[in-house]
């Protein structure tokens, strides 16, 4: 991570120092991640074979997390799920990435008249009901995947584009930035060799505080039956069943719900402490 | 302000335009010209220009268009009915997080860097991670199956309000706890402080007077986008406990294709929205006198 050259933001303490809670919510990140990756294959069950002989049935040795109502593994269900919500939340923050950056730092490299109109627009869209917005996207042309993805993403932009112009509006009067200007580079090479890469820093800070946004907001929709649909799951359409059926069999809400809140909590805890050092940095209001 | 609202309602005109499939695309296909009378009732089949002025007109006049799918009824009796039901829920948690979560942060923020205050801050950092979605169903279990203490679902008595209202507050209280005692910790800071405790005021006149308006500045500023994720928390709290209020028109609409009830549904709360932010916007210059006397 390069350090900006604006002094304001520049710290010497460049060294993250390790409390317990950032040191347990890495583990548990990483054991949520591995899990996603290879949990799956370390059951015996796909995620859509039926166990006849034992439905809904609580933890076992053959269903570590139990079977659902018609007779499915929840251990592969659950890790499945992980999978899809991971996924669309790491897909939804490039988005975002892709969007918000060029934005946030074409406005703030080049001011005037264009960095107020396209700020403008960041403002209006500000104040809207974004997540209605991507449930009327998603009514509308269909349950794609990729539609969910790409509607979340181009939610979360806007928190990134304000960052990123105020970064940029530090450095933009900064000397190699009249160098490069001097030796004849154009505004797309400078904002893309010379903008973004020194305002990196804060953009990494902030896509850690986008990703439990994003898992929250793709958990709340799947929830109400709006995102991932059957057979495939995620950690909302899991917890949707399990809150369906959590009188008779708890443990269907149990092992998704408390993966869904360890994850947010270790992305929540880091993206806090990656952001005490960088003051620079707004923390968002929270999920959404 | 205005021009935001106009953006949403131009989106989300264009967007349910843009769509493919008409709202009459059932299992079985209609004969075509049972269809063409259809889309001829509902206007369907005039310019595009002409649609949207219309839909404007009638919202001018407060009319939000007939509901595709609920032939009886037209969008706004719909609303009508839902809208006291989510206004209400909506108030009353703002309230309760408000006070729980300022609550909190003073206790917290008073007492910085005690064990109490750590042991709170832990609290509420799991309180944030917690999503209603599994909040709410172990509220229903806990309270209301198991213990029996408060009704499940539905909306027949005030009792019914308040696992949703907790619900619903929980996760604000818990934002709100952590801006308040932010805030003091910075205000405590303050010259103008330094001052009132120089002078010896009471500790209660320091901390109302002197502190807290300030350090609840950013909890003000905080309300102005929390409402818009107040009312999708709504959506959800509202389907858990079964309460009848828009946001269930919402997802029912959605799950229906009923696109009149969702643009419906979308208008009114951004113009809640809109509203909202105007007034945290007033709220914020009466707080803070240097916004006030700058005016």
């Not at chain 1, 509607?151 to 940029?168: C, K, M, N, P, S």
């Not at chain 1, 992305?267 to 806090?272: A, F, K, R």
């Not at chain 2, 075509?32 to 089949?45: C, K, T």
């Not at chain 2, 009508?80 to 108030?91: E, H, K, N, Q, W």
Request: with cysteine; charged share 15%.
């Amino acid at each position: 991570m390069r350090q900006p050259l604006d002094s304001h933001t520049s710290r010497p303490n460049n060294k993250l120092k390790m409390r317990r809670s950032t040191r347990v919510s890495i583990i548990l990140l990483s054991i949520v991640v591995i899990a996603a990756i290879i949990g799956p294959e370390l059951s015996n069950w796909q995620p859509e074979d039926i166990d006849w002989d034992s439905m809904q049935q609580g933890p076992s040795l053959a269903h570590p997390f139990g079977t659902d109502l018609v007779g499915r593994d929840l251990f592969v269900r659950t890790m499945i799920g992980a999978r899809t919500s991971l996924t669309i939340a790491v897909i939804a923050t490039l988005v975002s990435l892709a969007i918000g950056v060029p934005w946030g730092a074409f406005a703030g490299y080049l001011g005037g008249r264009v960095d107020q109109f396209m700020m403008r627009i960041v403002d209006i869209l500000y104040g809207l009901p974004f997540i209605l917005l991507v449930i009327l996207l998603v009514v509308l042309f269909g349950r794609n995947p990729y539609l969910l993805f790409a509607a979340l993403g181009a939610i979360f932009w806007l928190d990134l584009a304000r960052i990123v112009r105020g970064q940029t509006l530090s450095i933009r009067r900064a000397l190699f930035i009249e160098a490069a200007r001097s030796l004849g580079a154009h505004t797309g090479q400078i904002v893309w060799r010379h903008i973004i890469p020194n305002v990196a820093g804060p953009i990494i800070v902030y896509a850690t505080i986008t990703l439990p946004s994003v898992i929250l907001a793709e958990s709340f929709i799947s929830f109400l039956g709006l995102g991932v649909q059957e057979p495939n799951t995620s950690w909302g359409v899991l917890i949707a069943d399990g809150t369906a059926t959590m009188e008779s069999s708890p443990w269907m809400l149990f092992f998704p719900g408390v993966l869904l809140v360890t994850t947010l909590w270790c992305c929540n805890t880091l993206g806090d402490r990656l952001r005490d050092h960088r003051e620079d940095i707004q923390r968002k209001p929270f999920n959404i | 302000m205005f021009i935001t609202l106009l953006t949403v309602i131009t989106l989300v005109f264009a967007l349910v335009r843009l769509a493919p499939g008409g709202p009459f695309d059932g299992e079985r296909r209609l004969p075509a010209d049972i269809e063409a009378n259809l889309r001829a009732a509902y206007h369907l089949d005039e310019a595009i220009y002409l649609q949207y002025a219309r839909y404007m007109g009638g919202l001018l006049q407060g009319d939000l268009g007939p509901s595709f799918r609920q032939k009886d009824f037209d969008v706004n009796e719909l609303i009508a009915a839902g809208l006291p039901i989510s206004a209400g829920l909506g108030l009353a948690a703002l309230i309760t997080a408000l006070f729980l979560g300022i609550g909190i942060g003073i206790a917290a923020g008073f007492n910085q860097g005690t064990f109490a205050d750590r042991l709170i801050m832990a609290v509420n950092n799991l309180n944030i991670a917690l999503p209603t979605i599994v909040v709410a169903p172990l509220m229903v279990l806990i309270f209301a199956v198991l213990l029996r203490w408060l009704p499940a679902g539905g909306s027949d008595s005030i009792w019914h309000f308040v696992l949703p209202t907790i619900a619903l507050a929980l996760p604000y209280s818990a934002a709100i706890a952590r801006l308040t005692r932010a805030g003091i910790i910075e205000t405590h800071l303050e010259p103008h402080v330094k001052t009132a405790i120089a002078k010896g005021l009471s500790r209660s006149r320091l901390i109302f007077r002197h502190i807290l308006p300030m350090a609840l500045l950013p909890v003000i500023s905080f309300l102005g986008p929390a409402a818009a994720t107040l009312l999708t928390g709504s959506v959800v709290v509202e389907q858990i406990f079964d309460l009848p209020g828009i946001g269930r028109y919402f997802v029912q609409g959605a799950l229906n294709r009923d696109y009149t009830l969702v643009m419906g549904v979308v208008v009114v709360y951004s113009a809640a929205i809109v509203t909202f932010n105007f007034f945290v916007d007033l709220a914020y210059a009466w707080l803070d006198p240097r916004i006030r006397l700058s005016q």
